[in-house]
C-alpha cells in the first residue's frame, strides 16, 4: 500500500513555547481511509491544519515532514504550496452553518476556485457542480445553486460542503469532525454519504473524530492522538482486537459497542493517564537533551 | 420588497422630522436675544422706519402665526426673503449647496480610501511593526478635531511647503462660465483639466481636514471587524482552496466585515457634512456652511432656517441611502 499522505515526527509549538503536537507521524493509505481519535484538545484538528496549511499565526512547525505522495510540502515555497493544497487536497469542515461565505450565493461557493485556481472553463466549472449537488442527493441542485447559505438547512449545507470538497477530485480530504454539529438523525445520513462518496471517487480521507464507533464503520487505519502524541498507528481490526497502548485499551473500554450497546461508560481510568503523561515527560527530556 | 418598504417608511419618518426641524429652529432662533430688523437701519432711523420694516417682514405678528405664515410658504417652495441680502432664500441657499455637496462628498471618498487601505494594510499586516503603527496613528487622528487639522494642513502645506491653496473654491482667473454651481462635475464632463486642478489644489486641505477624523474611524473599525472575520471558518476555507492572503481578505472577509462599519460611516458622514460650517469658513470655502455662519452673525432669520431646514434634509438623505445600501449589501435583509 503506497501512501498518499505521510507526516513524519510533526512538531509544532506556541510562540510561548507551549507544544501543540509533539513528533507526530501517522500514514494515509491512497483511496484510503484514516481516523483520527483523541479527545478535546488533543491537537487532531492542528494536525489537519498543519497538512492543509492554516495553522493560526501563533504556531509554528519546529520539525518534521509532510509528504504528500513524493511531493515535500515542507520544501515548497508558500504560493506554491497554497495552490499545490487547493489542487490535490480538501478540507470538510466541522461546522457546515459557518463554513460557507453568508454574503455569496452557494454556486459561486463550488466552481469559483475551480475558475480561479484551477483554470477551468465557466460552463464546465458550472456543469460540475450542478452533477456533484446532485451526487450528494440535493433536489432541485439548479435552485441551490442560486441560494444563499441562510436559505439551507445544516445538513443541506453540510452536503454541499462534500460536494464541494470532492469538485476538484483531491487526492486527500480531510474530515475535522464533519458530523458533530448535526443532530444525530442527520449524523448518520451525513457519515454514510461521506463514506460512499470516498469509495466512488478513491479519495485517501484523513478522518478526524473522538467517536470510536464511526472510526470503527468507516477507517481501514487509525491513530490514537493524545496530548499532542501519537500513541498507537493501528490497521482498524488490529486495534479493536489487540490494542497496544494501555490508553487506547482503556479507551475502547469506555467506549459502548454493539455488543454492549449501554457500555461501560466508564472514564479512562486516572492511572492509565498517569501513566500516559508520565511517558510523554520522560519523552520531553530525552528530545531536549 | 424589502427595499421598497424601507423606502417609504423612511419617506414618512423623514417628513415628520423635518417638521420637528422646522418647528424648534423657528422658535429658538426667535428666542436668542438680537434683532434683525436692528442690524439693517442706518444709525438715526425712526420708530415709524423700525415699524414699517417689522410688518415687511411678518415680525409684527405673533411668533405662532409668523410659524404658520412661513411654513405654509415653504409648502409652496417659498422660503421667504434673506433679511441681509434680500434675495429669495431658496435661490441663495441652493446656489450654495453644491459646493458643500462637492466638499463633502470629496472628503467621503478620501476618508473611505484612507481609512479602507489603513484596515486592508492592517489586517494583511496583523502582528507585525505595521499594525501598531496604523493603529498608533488612527488614534492620535481621532483625539484631533477636524479644525485643528485644518490649521495643521494651513501651516504645512500653505505655509511652510505652499503647494495648495488655502482659501476659496476656484481661482478667479480660471472662474469660466459655469453653467451649474457644480463646479467640479462640470469642469470634468467639459474635461477642462486646468480649471479641474485649479479646483483640486482648492479643495484638497478642507477635504483632507474633514476626512482625517472619519478615516481613521474607518480604519479602526473595519480593521476590528476584519480581523473578527479573519478567524472564521468560512475563510479558513477559502485559505484552503489555494487562495492567496489578499484574495482571502478583500474578496471573502470583506463583504461581511464592511457591514458594521458601513452603518458607523453613514452616522458619520452627517457629522462630516456639520464639520464642513467651520471648516468652510476656516478655508473661506463658499458653500451653505459659511453662508451659515454669515446668517447668524446677521440674525438673518429667514437664511437660518433655509438652511437648517437644508441640512436635515441632507442627513436623512444619507440615512435612507445607508439604509439602503445595507439591504444591498446584506442578502440575509434582502429576501427577508
Ligand atoms: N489559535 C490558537 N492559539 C493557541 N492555541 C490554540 C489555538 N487553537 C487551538 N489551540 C490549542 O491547541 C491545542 C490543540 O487544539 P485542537 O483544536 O487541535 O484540538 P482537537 O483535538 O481538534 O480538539 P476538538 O476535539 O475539541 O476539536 C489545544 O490545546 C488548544 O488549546
Ligand atoms: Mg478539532
Known amino acids: 500500500m503506497s501512501a498518499q499522505l505521510s507526516v513524519r515526527d510533526l512538531s509544532i509549538t506556541l510562540q510561548n513555547g507551549v507544544r501543540i503536537l509533539r513528533n ?66 480538501a478540507l470538510i469542515p466541522q ?39 446532485a451526487e450528494v442527493q440535493i433536489t432541485d441542485p439548479a435552485r441551490v445553486m442560486r441560494s444563499y447559505p441562510h436559505e439551507l438547512s445544516g ?26 454539529a448535526l443532530d444525530v438523525t442527520v449524523q448518520k445520513q ?51 482486537t489487540h490494542p497496544i497502548h494501555p490508553y487506547s ?6 467506549t459502548p459497542t454493539y455488543s454492549n450497546p449501554t457500555g461501560s461508560l466508564a472514564q479512562v481510568p486516572q492511572k492509565v493517564i498517569d501513566g500516559v503523561e508520565q511517558d510523554i515527560r520522560h519523552h520531553d527530556i530525552r528530545n531536549h537533551i | 420588497m424589502n427595499l421598497l418598504r424601507v423606502i417609504f417608511l423612511r419617506l414618512a419618518t423623514t417628513f415628520l422630522t423635518l417638521f420637528g426641524v422646522a418647528v424648534i429652529v423657528f422658535f429658538v432662533i426667535r428666542v436668542v436675544p438680537g434683532n434683525p430688523i436692528a442690524m439693517m437701519l442706518p444709525p438715526g432711523a425712526t420708530e415709524a422706519d423700525v415699524a414699517r420694516l417689522q410688518a415687511q417682514y411678518g415680525f409684527d405678528k405673533s411668533i405662532p402665526e409668523q410659524f404658520f405664515i412661513w411654513l405654509g410658504g415653504v409648502l409652496q417652495g417659498d422660503f421667504g426673503t434673506s433679511i441681509s441680502t434680500r434675495q429669495p432664500v431658496s435661490e441663495l441657499v441652493l446656489g450654495r449647496l453644491p459646493a458643500t455637496l462637492e466638499l463633502s462628498v470629496v472628503a467621503l471618498l478620501m476618508a473611505c480610501l484612507i481609512g479602507g487601505t489603513l484596515a486592508l494594510t492592517g489586517t494583511r499586516m496583523r502582528g507585525t511593526r505595521t499594525e501598531g503603527a496604523i493603529d498608533v496613528s488612527t488614534g492620535v487622528a481621532l483625539s484631533v478635531p477636524d479644525f485643528l487639522w485644518g490649521l495643521v494642513l494651513i501651516l504645512l502645506f500653505g505655509v511652510l511647503w505652499p503647494v495648495f491653496h488655502i482659501s476659496g473654491r476656484i481661482s478667479p482667473s480660471l ?42 474611524i474607518i480604519g479602526q473599525l473595519l480593521k476590528q471587524s476584519l480581523k473578527e472575520t479573519m478567524h472564521l471558518d468560512y475563510v479558513a476555507l477559502a485559505r484552503t482552496k489555494g487562495y492567496s492572503e489578499r484574495h482571502v481578505i478583500t474578496r471573502e472577509a470583506l463583504p461581511n466585515a464592511i457591514l458594521p462599519t458601513l452603518t458607523l460611516v453613514g452616522v458619520q458622514f452627517t457629522f462630516l457634512i456639520g464639520g464642513t460650517v467651520i471648516i468652510e469658513r476656516l478655508f473661506s470655502y463658499e458653500g451653505l456652511g459659511n453662508m451659515a455662519i454669515d446668517a447668524v452673525i446677521n440674525r438673518d432669520l429667514p437664511l437660518i432656517q433655509g438652511i437648517v431646514l437644508l441640512f436635515a434634509l441632507l442627513f436623512t438623505v444619507v440615512n435612507l441611502v445607508v439604509d439602503m445600501l445595507y439591504v444591498v449589501l446584506n442578502p440575509r435583509l434582502r429576501h427577508a
Open chain 1, 190 to 240: 451525513i457519515l454514510k454519504l461521506i463514506a460512499q462518496m470516498q469509495a466512488e471517487h478513491g479519495t485517501a480521507l484523513l478522518f478526524v473524530t473522538h467517536d470510536l464507533g464511526v472510526v470503527s464503520k468507516v477507517c481501514d487505519t487509525m491513530s490514537v492522538l493524545y496530548a499532542g502524541k501519537v500513541l498507537e498507528n493501528a490497521q482498524m481490526r488490529r486495534f479493536f
Open chain 1, 24 to 89: 507526530v507521524s501517522l500514514e494515509v493509505g491512497a483511496g484510503r481511509v484514516h481516523g483520527l481519535v483523541g479527545e478535546s484538545g488533543a491537537g487532531k484538528s492542528m494536525i489537519g491544519k498543519a497538512i492543509l496549511g492554516t495553522l493560526p499565526h501563533a504556531m509554528n512547525v519546529t520539525g518534521g515532514q509532510i509528504c504528500f505522495g513524493d511531493v515535500d510540502l515542507m520544501a515548497m515555497a508558500p504560493k506554491a504550496r497554497r495552490t499545490w493544497i487547493g489542487a490535490n487536497a
Open chain 1, 155 to 180: 445538513g443541506m449545507r453540510q452536503r454541499i460542503l462534500i460536494a464541494s470538497a470532492f469538485a476538484a477530485e483531491p487526492k486527500l480530504i480531510i474530515a475535522d469532525e464533519p458530523t458533530t
Open chain 1, 249 to 254: 485499551r482503556a479507551l475502547l473500554a469506555a
Open chain 2, 175 to 216: 472662474d469660466i462660465d459655469f453653467t451649474t454651481n457644480f463646479y467640479m462635475f462640470e469642469a470634468l464632463l467639459r474635461l477642462r483639466f486646468d480649471v479641474l486642478a485649479d479646483l483640486v489644489g482648492h479643495m484638497f486641505m478642507p477635504a483632507l481636514a474633514l476626512a482625517i477624523p472619519l478615516a481613521a
Open chain 1, 95 to 133: 461546522d457546515p452553518l459557518t463554513a460557507l461565505n453568508p454574503s455569496k450565493r452557494i454556486g459561486p461557493q463550488i466552481t469559483r476556485r475551480l475558475v480561479d485556481i484551477l483554470g477551468w472553463a465557466k460552463t464546465n466549472a458550472k456543469a460540475r457542480a450542478l452533477d456533484l449537488l
